[in-house]
């Protein structure tokens, strides 16, 4: 058994940064919490990615509209296939 020991008063600026490094890993914990949940749900995650690639990538974005253009000019249907 171990008893707590306490030395005299906690300066101000000792007991500040305490509170700040308690107050960061807390954060950070729940930071963590929340990225593994996020990584959990793979279809959000994908969707994620994908909209943030959307979003980003000039390249992409210019020649996605080219073939939804080209697919509103001229729709072609095929059979489903098994």
Known sequence: FVAAVRFGRVPK???ARILAAM???SSSRAHEQAAAAE???A???LARVVRAHLDTCEFTRDRVAAMRAR???CPTYSQPTL
Do not use: G, V, Y
Request: proline content about 7%.
């Open 13 to 15: 600026r000792e007991k």
């Open 23 to 25: 107050q960061q890993s």
């Open 71 to 73: 697919a509103r000019d």
């Open 43 to 45: 279809p959000r995650l």
């Open 39 to 41: 990584l959990d749900d």
